[in-house]
């Protein structure tokens, strides 16, 4: 069974919109919470990440926002731009292992 | 700095056949995992490597298998193919020691069985 569960499954934006990712967890052995990246016929990347003791985390455009206590953390997507249109992955991480969401397929439209 | 580097890229098989996928991670990076990659079942873990140790295994049957050599290149190996075993197959390195996720992945090696 899916031990992160990412919702929506897809989104459209509009240029210069925010695009929202949620994920939720439930194993609280998971010590760290990347977000990944991929585009159509390449492997993920790493776009960023939190460990569960921060509540938020910014790198350019991208924000974390982490919420221990429900078990709960999303990705914002600020001035979404047609080159963000991509597949993204929120994981988890416990014993050298990633649990990976759903994903969501982002478009975004110029 | 080079990436991740997986060989081959696509290969196609028939059922019953073995495969083995090559990975080579990036320079100076000791931990190698192994993903598996299919749209119904997403992103799902095989194992990680540490100086040729396995430190996690997911939930795949033993006719998957996986070694990583003192340089740290890693293979995996599927045996006796079944179709459901056609997927996108990712390697991924990490310069860390311990566990943060932060992995950095090759392009896959995408196998067909047919």
């Known amino acids: 069974q899916q031990q992160v569960k990412q919702s929506p499954q897809s989104l459209i934006v509009q240029k210069g919109g925010i695009s929202i990712i949620n994920c939720a967890y439930e194993?609280?052995?998971?010590?760290?919470f990347p977000w990944y990246q991929q585009f159509p016929g390449k492997g993920p990347a790493l776009l960023i990440a939190i460990r569960p003791d921060v509540s938020e985390k910014k790198e350019g455009r991208f924000t974390i926002s982490f919420n221990k206590s429900a078990k709960q953390f999303s990705l914002h997507i600020m001035d979404s731009q047609p080159g963000d249109s991509a597949t993204y992955f929120c994981a988890a991480s416990s014993d050298y292992k990633l649990s990976f969401g759903a994903g969501t397929t982002v478009t975004v439209r110029a | 700095k080079a990436g991740v580097t997986q060989t081959p890229r696509y290969l196609i098989k028939t059922r019953g056949q073995q495969v083995t996928l090559s990975c080579s991670p990036i320079s100076g990076h000791r931990s190698v995992s192994w993903y598996q990659q299919t749209p119904g079942q997403g992103l799902q873990f095989l194992f990680e490597?540490?100086?040729?140790?396995?430190?996690n295994k997911g939930n795949f049957p033993g006719r998957f298998s996986g070694r990583q050599f003192s340089n740290s290149r890693s293979e995996m190996n599927v045996s006796t193919l079944e179709l459901g075993d056609s997927a996108l197959y990712l390697c991924?390195?990490?310069?860390?020691?311990?566990?943060?996720?932060?992995?950095?992945f090759g392009e896959g090696s995408r196998l067909t069985v047919l």
């Open positions: 991924a390195s990490s310069p860390k020691t311990s566990n943060t996720g932060e992995l950095f």
């Open positions: 490597y540490f100086s040729e140790t396995q430190r």
């Open positions: 194993n609280t052995a998971f010590d760290y």
